[in-house]
């Protein structure tokens, strides 16, 4: 079955960092980027980034660059994005998805709560 | 950055009506590299459009999209009670890619 499928919720501290998994099966993660997506409570969609699953390049929206690292393990056909100096308003779902430049392909969304 | 703006925010019909979801890009999106998605409540967004126009894969002839250069739309031929949802338009014409602020589609 093609699917993406992310780690659970997660419970931050301000300041701290959170790494949130995608795991692909079904295609070939290694000939698709990942793409990663944030939506806060009834905002809308954000686009953070993506990275390649062959090669690992990467590119980050200047919004998050400072703050969030995109990798990935092609032998875990696995993508992870990690977001540090956490605030307030990074409490949201986190999405990954599968594609070029749109996302034909999500995950199920990994929500983030950042409290002190 | 290319900002979308989408018309109208809500969009209260009933099923079997037909529903016209307006999205207007704050400069030309070239090669009409636009996509729109559903998202229900509580789930994860779902491609319906790529390319301003052609359906992803799966989805129903009753979802259509067309425009190009800044105005887009995406019409829903005859609402089904499963298409009472929020639905989002994003640009990949250029970095960053965005998205619209969405318009709800909700049962009048």
């Known amino acids: 079955q093609v699917q993406l499928v992310q780690s659970g919720a997660e419970v931050r501290k301000p300041g701290a960092s959170v790494k949130v998994s995608c795991r692909a099966s079904?295609?070939?993660?290694?000939?698709?980027?990942i793409h990663w997506v944030r939506q806060a409570p009834g905002q809308r969609l954000e686009w953070m980034g993506w990275?390649?699953?062959?090669?690992?390049?990467?590119k980050s929206s200047q919004k998050f660059q400072d703050r969030v690292t995109f990798t990935r393990d092609k032998s875990a056909s696995t993508a992870y994005m990690e977001l540090s100096s956490l605030r307030s308003e990074d409490t949201a779902f986190f999405y990954c998805?599968?594609?070029?430049?749109?996302?034909?392909?999500w995950g199920q969304g990994t929500l983030v709560t950042v409290s002190p | 950055e290319i900002v979308l703006t989408q018309s109208p925010g809500t969009l209260s019909l009933s099923p079997g009506e037909r529903a016209t979801l307006s999205c207007r890009a704050s400069?030309?999106?070239?090669?009409?590299?636009l996509a729109w998605y559903q998202q229900k409540r509580g789930q994860a967004p779902r491609l319906l459009i790529y390319?301003?126009?052609s359906r992803a894969t799966g989805i129903p002839d009753r979802f259509s999209g067309s425009g190009s250069g800044t105005d887009f739309a995406l019409t829903i031929s005859r609402l089904e009670p499963e298409d009472f949802a929020v639905y989002y338009c994003?640009?990949?014409?250029?970095?960053?890619?965005?998205f619209g602020g969405g318009t709800k589609v909700e049962i009048k």
């Open positions: 400069q030309s999106v070239s090669s009409s590299y």
């Open positions: 994003q640009q990949y014409a250029s970095s960053p890619l965005t």
């Open positions: 390319g301003a126009s």
């Open positions: 990275i390649h699953g062959g090669d690992g390049n990467t």
């Open positions: 998805a599968r594609g070029g430049n749109y996302g034909d392909l």
């Open positions: 079904g295609y070939t993660f290694t000939n698709y980027a």
